[in-house]
């Protein structure tokens, strides 16, 4: 069974960036789509972006210009930078695995709650 | 881009009852429409993929039915482990830009 596992700080400063790992753990991370997605508090959840295990990416438009989403084979994990994030950025954060490009995502993690606040 | 529609945005029902959660795209998106289930500090859940594909190991209570801008979730059978939180996703746009519904709360009256 997949399992997949999101680290990072719970707290950010705005202006800084935000940094989060997801471990792909009980298969291999080749050969499919990964994703970050946020749900912040009473809002209805927001796709971040995927990468490819070969490395390409797509991002949401409205995060494009601050996103990185990047991918370690060897190691089987894939990571999110956000920068210049900002209060509106706090949200639980959550790593998924999906079919293709145009599926939906199969398996999660359990996600992680990201505050941004000084 | 896309915009999705779910109503109701809260539901209150019987154990026993058949429960019904709608969701409308802003333009057709064939059948590139899933259902999850999310629960608080839990790894959301995939029910319905492609409309009206019963994911594995998904209760058969649940069912999806629709295409293009309108679809249904429904629960046959309202059990009390099925209080949460639904969502519908579309996958339809190119490039890439999944959007989901504002959610449906479904709470046991």
């Known amino acids: 069974q997949v399992q997949l596992l999101e680290s990072g700080p719970g707290l950010v400063k705005p202006s800084e960036t935000l940094s989060l790992t997801c471990i792909v753990s009980g298969g291999s991370i080749r050969s499919y789509y990964w994703s970050w997605i946020r749900k912040p508090p009473g809002e209805r959840p927001e796709w971040i972006g995927y990468v490819y295990y070969s490395g390409s990416t797509n991002y949401n438009p409205s995060l494009k210009s601050r996103v990185t989403i990047s991918i370690d084979t060897s190691k089987n994990h894939f990571s999110l930078n956000l920068s210049s994030v900002n209060v509106a950025d706090t949200a639980v954060y959550y790593c998924?695995?999906?079919?293709?490009?145009?599926?939906?995502?199969?398996?999660w993690g359990q996600g992680i709650l990201v505050t941004v606040s000084s | 881009d896309i915009q999705m529609t779910q109503s109701p945005s809260s539901l209150s029902a019987s154990v026993g009852d058949r429960v019904t959660v709608t969701c409308r795209a802003s333009q057709s998106i064939s059948s590139y429409l899933h259902w999850y289930q999310w629960k608080p500090g839990k790894a959301p859940k995939l029910l319905i993929y492609s409309a009206s594909n019963l994911q594995s190991g998904v209760p058969s209570r649940f069912s999806g039915s629709g295409s293009g801008t309108d679809f249904t979730l429904t629960i046959s059978s309202l059990q009390p482990e099925d209080v949460a939180t639904y969502y519908c996703l579309q996958t339809y746009s190119t490039p890439p830009e999944n959007t989901f519904g504002q959610g449906t709360k479904l709470e046991i009256k």
């Open positions: 998924a695995r999906g079919m293709g490009a145009w599926e939906p995502f199969d398996f």
